[in-house]
């Protein structure tokens, strides 16, 4: 698995072992690691239900890219805080389609899936979006983000999880996992 164990403060370590890339957040993994590793209880699995339903509906409007997961959801939280995660944290980085125009108007249709407030009701997901195509604020956006997540509210540095949004549909290991999870 690619996702390393949970320190002793109960969140994924900024970096473990050797320094290579691979060995540091944000950890690159696909949505059965994140199954395998995140679905240990009730709460979680229906996040993780959450989450593969928000990934088919980006997909499904032409949104490619990868995301930065994170929030409780990949923490030790049940044991930390004595609590069940409330959603998982999602920033999609994203790439229009070649054929969407770049005056905003592709982005204003799909509003709805980079709302918090919809996307946790919809989905458990706290969900941002950050568009790759714009150089004009990239680096800005991009380091408020990782700047954001690689702390807990406390300052107690932490990591993330890379996951990448293929046009194609990816997640079916994941949603058979998921589902042998709840039996």
Same mark, same amino acid.
């Given at each position: 698995m690619r996702i390393p164990p949970f320190n002793t403060s109960g969140v994924l370590p900024p970096h473990h072992?050797?320094? *290579?890339?691979s060995n540091r957040s944000p950890y690159l993994a696909d949505p059965e690691d994140v199954v395998s590793r995140f679905a240990t209880s009730r709460?979680?699995?229906?996040i993780l239900a959450g989450y593969l339903d928000y990934r088919r509906a980006l997909r499904a409007a032409g949104f490619v890219g990868y995301q930065w997961l994170d929030g409780s959801f990949v923490e030790d939280i049940e044991?930390?805080?004595r609590r069940p995660p409330n959603d998982v944290d999602v920033v999609t980085f994203y790439q229009r389609p070649a054929t969407a125009?770049?005056?905003g108007a592709w982005e204003r249709a799909h509003v709805d899936l980079f709302i918090p407030t919809t996307t946790k009701a919809s989905f458990k997901c706290d969900a941002y979006a950050v568009c790759v195509d714009e150089p004009d604020g990239l680096v800005e956006l991009t380091t408020y983000w990782h700047?954001?997540?690689s702390h807990r509210r406390d300052g107690t540095w932490k990591g993330m999880i890379k996951v990448p949004l293929p046009a194609? *549909?990816?997640?079916?290991?994941a949603r058979r996992l998921l589902a042998g999870a709840w039996s």
């Open positions: 072992g050797p320094t *290579d890339p709460e979680r699995r229906t044991r930390t805080q125009p770049k005056t700047g954001l997540f194609v *549909d990816n997640d079916q290991a």
